[in-house]
């Protein structure tokens, strides 16, 4: 059997920013409109550092405003939230995301329950959670977003196929189980309390794996043919010594059956930033009624 068609993150990505790009020229032109994004660090993670700086110039190489907001490491949860406070009253800002993770002094969950939902391009607030749930117009989380944009670049119409989704996170799992009810799949959710795990995936013409665990997905779990879309991002150590990035899926191995398989590195990794982009962009027109 031929080895699997390799979907290209990359260029799906730079094919939404550019999407993303006509928007926000056709919002300044018919409605002098330029949406904005606001990012909130604190601390100095080196990965979420890299991670803004690239969110930052992909935003403003779309046409959009940007504005970074860096706070210290040991700045006080009250502080945080009154930055939260000023950027949801700021009528220039269309989307709030505050970068993760947060000093461990500061509750994530209080600070990303503080954003206003209109505002919330991460897609993290109850209140999107709900309407994703009940399929009203809301702001989908980023990465699940971004898979199902790459499942569609193989299989434009997702109806009626059997997906299954291994992880249940509230970042990953549970919002990509709602968008593929929505692309009228027949959707499982899998984990690692799941009977017999490489049965269940065998059955999936769509595997979405997102369960935080290197290569644990193997090639004598894929049906024939599927398209694997692996939303892992672990870092190994090879034998030699020296670091590898590898996904949730044994790349090497799962490549000889599936029909389409996304790669780690850049897979998934790419699409997160272009759907926040456009997440920006969907947020700019839901506060203006625009449709």
């Not at 490549?255 to 398989?261: E, L, N, T």
Request: aromatic letters at 2%; a neutral charge; one cysteine or more.
């Amino acid at each position: 059997m031929s080895e699997a068609r390799v979907i290209d993150g990359k260029e799906i990505a730079a094919k939404v920013r550019a999407d993303v790009a006509a928007e926000v020229k056709s919002l300044k032109a018919s409605h002098g409109l330029t949406p904005g994004l606001a990012v909130v660090l604190v601390g100095e993670d080196p990965a979420s550092k890299v991670y803004v700086r690239n969110k930052a110039a992909q935003t403003v190489e779309c046409g959009m405003n940007s504005w970074e907001h860096k706070l210290p490491e040991d700045t006080s949860e009250a502080d945080v939230l009154a930055m939260v406070d000023k950027l949801n009253k700021d009528k220039a800002v269309n989307g709030i995301l505050v970068q993760l993770p947060l000093p461990k002094h500061i509750d994530s969950t209080k600070v990303l329950n503080s954003i206003d939902p209109d505002k919330d391009v991460d897609g993290f607030h109850p209140v999107n959670v709900g309407r994703l749930g009940i399929g009203e117009r809301s702001l989908v989380p980023c990465t699940p977003r971004g898979s199902v944009i790459l499942a569609k670049s193989v299989i434009p119409d997702l109806s009626g196929l059997n997906a299954v989704v291994v992880g249940r996170s509230n970042i990953v799992g549970k919002p990509m189980l709602q968008l593929l009810l929505q692309e009228n799949c027949t959707v499982t959710v899998a984990h690692s309390r799941t009977k017999d795990l490489p049965a269940v995936v065998r059955q999936a013409d769509l595997v979405i794996a997102a369960v935080g665990r290197p290569e644990m997905v193997k090639g004598d779990w894929i049906k024939p043919g599927a398209v694997v879309i692996d939303v892992g991002i672990n870092r190994i150590t090879k034998p030699d010594g020296k670091g590898k990035l590898v996904g949730d899926v044994d790349y090497a191995d799962c490549a000889k059956v599936a029909g389409a398989i996304t790669p780690v590195p850049g897979g998934v990794g790419p699409m997160t930033i272009a759907c926040l982009l456009q997440n920006t962009v969907d947020a700019t027109k839901m506060q203006h009624g625009i449709k």
